[in-house]
């Protein structure tokens, strides 16, 4: 019985971290156009680079939102990697 709980307790919680996933992504893209697969833990924002004082606080508001899931922006990519 304690076997089934905490199997039926793990799949809880990686259902919550894909409604989560879908969640935050669909915040983002309210705001920033985004692209990511549909498999993917992450997310590449198109923003313009004086909108990051912006975006960081979007992030953070969504990480205190979101516990379950690690929420940072990393350097800027080439626009080329975009096309």
């Excluded at 879908?22 to 893209?29: D, K, L, R, S, W």
């Excluded at 992450?42 to 990051?52: G, S, T, Y």
């Amino acid at each position: 019985l304690a076997k089934k709980q905490h199997h039926q307790a793990q799949q809880r919680y990686r259902e919550l971290q894909a409604q989560e996933l879908v969640q935050i992504f669909q915040a983002i893209a309210q705001h920033y156009s985004i692209r990511s697969n549909p498999d993917a833990q992450q997310a590449f924002i198109m923003a313009n680079r004086d909108e990051h004082p912006q975006l960081q606080q979007k992030i953070e508001t969504l990480q205190n939102d979101y516990k379950a899931w690690k929420l940072f922006l990393s350097e800027a990519l080439p626009p080329f990697h975009f096309v």
